[in-house]
Nanobody, 111 residues
Framework: QVQLVESGGGLVQPGGSLRLSCAAS????????AGWYRQAPGKGREWVAK???????YYTDSVKGRFTVSADNAKDTVFLQMSSLEPEDTAVYYC?????WGQGTQVTVSS
């Protein structure tokens, strides 16, 4: 397992942007993929986006065109740039690798 530490959450108005970071204690791509999940109040955990070691990216339909997942392989860090945020994006966002989870960071979209 690797330790994953998220940062960058907070309160933002609808239409605003946030950038989440996830720093790993070891090679974040040692299992070839990393990504993000989220859990809204009263709902189950939902996959959001993932990125492979070679840079391929995948997104759930609800965030396509608004969110961008990227990575700095040298720093073992994965990012989630979120734009055009909507109240429905309010959730705890979790960094993920196939054998590890971060502790989560709260994102609240509200006016």
């Amino acid at each position: 397992q690797v330790q994953l530490v998220e940062s960058g959450g907070g309160l933002v108005q609808p239409g605003g942007s946030l950038r989440l970071s996830c720093a790993a204690s070891a090679s974040i791509f040692r299992l070839n993929v990393a990504g993000w999940y989220r859990q809204a109040p009263g709902k189950g955990r939902e996959w959001v986006a993932k990125i492979t070691r070679d840079g391929r990216t995948y997104y759930t339909d609800s965030v396509k065109g608004r969110f961008t997942v990227s990575a700095d392989n040298a720093k073992d860090t994965v990012f989630l740039q979120m734009s055009s945020l909507e109240p429905e994006d309010t959730a705890v966002y979790y960094c993920w690798t196939p054998d590890s989870w971060g502790q989560g960071t709260q994102v609240t979209v509200s006016s």
